[in-house]
């Protein structure tokens, strides 16, 4: 490998070409993950049973095909100029598509009907979505080598991902009309998220300059390999073991905030309120990253802050949370402490899945970017899975009715603590994961840039 010196440096033009590119994503992804289980129990009619074995067999589908697309893109090259901007291109044009396909309101289909239409466009989704993000969360090995690069790339990618975040945190005044979730909004807005992450994958396209130079040949890699590589690179299996807690019990649980504020609260409009505490604590940390994790590494700097979110969801459970406007302050000024954890996590896991890559290529000598990053992107969609299936079944277990309008006090009081529990395990889990598992420490992190320095 070596760099061509003949390419515009590495800048600013690089850091918000590459923010489009998790913009783009989260267009879909956030959109997805907030609404789609609320639209198809709500508004379409499934049945949370029926919610939980479609969303599992979709995620078992979906964690397969980032292997097998993974792979493809480390040893098929359908492009002369980059490995992986073709594929981010021809995934982009699916993801509008099924993107709405997934939110066009099938309410007068038959139930098989429905459960069919729901399983297939999300695992047509499911493709096109991976066509994308695996080789865009591949694409920071090729932009620079340098590690505080890549932590400010992966500061960037979290500011990308942040404003569909905050779209989505303003669209409860939109797509419920009294206190009633509304399909047909949901179908208009799924289309305006489409057509701007199409425009955003290409901003980036244009943006970004590919400065690493790999060899022309294709690896002969072994998928037996590959997995050995995974599995035996301690800090992957750590940084995996803290996001399938983080996906499975935070990101998630999402759309039972909604369910908090429509039925604890009876103001599904006032979750806003929520999601904006969620990620003030990311927009206050995000110009500090760089500098915070070059002092006490990204080991250290996500264990204290996983700490700090696990007590505060402790001491939630304990306040006296009216479901009246003191009770929503109380709970918001709760959650924005209890956020702190996830936020950390968003902002600095690329950089920390980049440094585990580079471990791998170290002691193997062989680049799998592609198919590692896909093994990590398998286990995180599989959460995906569970997490969904786990809400869906965890809410009936406490009573909650899909197809009601109105819950009762104790059901929705229920649900409320449901969420906060959810919360705590998962962070729980993400911070002795890094605590014990993951062992890339400010040390390694240190001999890392010395040695890319010299």
Known sequence: MENNKSLRPFGMRDKIGYAFGDMGCNFSFQLVSSYMYLFYTQCIGLSATHWAWIIIVSKIWDA?????????????????????????????????????????????????????????????????????????????????????????????????????????????????????????????????????????????????????????KVEKVSYISTIKSFFTNRAMVGITIATIAVVIFYNSTMSANNLVFQFYFNDAGKSTLAMIASYLPLVAFMPFASNIVAKIGKKKLLTLSGLVSVIAGIIMLFLPITPDMKGIIIYVIGLMFVNTGCCVFQIIVWAIIADCIEDSYRKKGVREEGSLYALYSFFRKLAQGIGSALLALALKSVGYIESSAVQTAEVSKNIKNLYIILLIIGLAIMTASMKFIYNIGYKEEQEFNNTENQ
């Open 64 to 216: 397969v095909n980032d292997v097998l697309i993974g792979s493809m893109v480390d040893r098929t090259h359908i492009g002369k100029k980059s490995k992986f901007m073709p594929w981010i291109s021809i995934g982009s044009v699916g993801l509008v598509v099924f993107s709405i396909m997934i939110f066009t309101p099938v309410e007068e289909f038959s139930q098989i009907g429905k459960i069919i239409w729901c399983l297939l466009s999300y695992c047509l989704w499911s493709v096109a979505y991976t066509m994308i993000n695996v080789p865009y969360g591949s694409l920071h090995s090729v932009i620079t080598e340098d590690p505080k690069q890549r932590t400010t790339l992966s500061t960037f990618r979290s500011i990308g991902a942040a404003l569909p975040a905050v779209l989505i945190m303003l669209l409860p005044k939109v797509v419920y009309k009294d206190n009633t979730l509304s399909s047909n909004r949901l179908f208009i807005i799924s289309i305006v998220f489409s057509v701007a992450a199409f425009f955003t994958f290409f901003a980036m396209q244009k943006m970004v300059t590919e400065r690493v130079v790999r060899e022309n």
